[in-house]
T-cell receptor, first 113, second 116 residues
Framework: KNQVEQSPQSLIILEGKNCTLQCNYTVSPFSNLRWYKQDTGRGPVSLTIMTFSENTKSNGRYTATLDADTKQSSLHITASQLSDSASYICVVSELTNAGKSTFGDGTTLTVKP | EAGVVQSPRYKIIEKKQPVAFWCNPISGHNTLYWYRQNLGQGPELLIRYENEEAVDDSQLPKDRFSAERLKGVDSTLKIQPAELGDSAVYLC??????????????FGPGTRLTVL
């Protein structure tokens, strides 16, 4: 069964600090991996997408990495801001099966002043 | 451009009552998804439409859930009768539908359902 595991489940950091969120997956065959940001009471919003041949992708202060060999990804947030407080969800899509996506349960990040 | 619109935003009902959620996708998006998201978990796909055809409804509890997408635009998700375990956020998403595996899904704000 395809799975996406995220860690930690929750994280509290001080404003201005950096942090790294982890995502491990077993989805196969692999097509792409996305990181979404979900603010409280809102739907998820796509931050980055990486295919098999990409090992890093940046979006402002967000940098995602992908190691397709070990089936691991990370999302690094630099110089955190209060507005970064949200849930970050890792989503992995299959190459076949009409691109079916498997969602992780997310990491809840709280940035404190 | 307007994003994915969902209504209502909140709904509180008693168990065994029916409930319906409405979704208007982004204009021009052929693919529409309904997800259920429980607290502290990621979204779970209920049904995916390509235009008006339901192409993946394997996770839809068909004994009480139904969905339709008439004319391939708006969609309605219905639960009848609702159970306590149906309390969750119901998310609608849409995508262009050009290439399924790399299509970016755009999510609506969701409908938070509470079943008492």
């Amino acid at each position: 069964k395809n799975q996406v595991e995220q860690s930690p489940q929750s994280l509290i950091i001080l404003e201005g600090k950096n942090c790294t969120l982890q995502c491990n997956y077993t989805v196969s065959p692999f097509s792409n991996l996305r990181w979404y940001k979900q603010d409280t009471g809102r739907g998820p919003v796509s931050l980055t997408i990486m295919t098999f041949s990409e090992n890093t992708k940046s979006n402002g202060r967000y940098t995602a990495t992908l190691d397709a060999d070990t089936k691991q990804s990370s999302l690094h947030i630099t110089a955190s801001q209060l507005s970064d407080s949200a849930s970050y969800i890792c989503v992995v899509s299959e190459l076949t099966n009409a691109g079916k996506s498997t969602f992780g349960d997310g990491t809840t990040l709280t940035v404190k002043p | 451009e307007a994003g994915v619109v969902q209504s209502p935003r909140y709904k509180i009902i008693e168990k065994k009552q029916p409930v319906a959620f409405w979704c208007n996708p982004i204009s021009g998006h052929n693919t529409l998804y309904w997800y259920r998201q429980n607290l502290g978990q990621g979204p779970e796909l209920l049904i995916r439409y390509e235009n008006e055809e339901a192409v993946d409804d394997s996770q839809l509890p068909k004994d009480r859930f139904s969905a339709e997408r008439l004319k391939g635009v708006d969609s309605t998700l219905k639960i009848q009768p609702a159970e306590l375990g149906d309390s969750a956020v119901y998310l609608c998403a849409s995508s262009l539908g050009l290439a399924a595996s790399t299509d970016t899904q755009y999510f609506g704000p969701g409908t938070r359902l509470t079943v008492l």
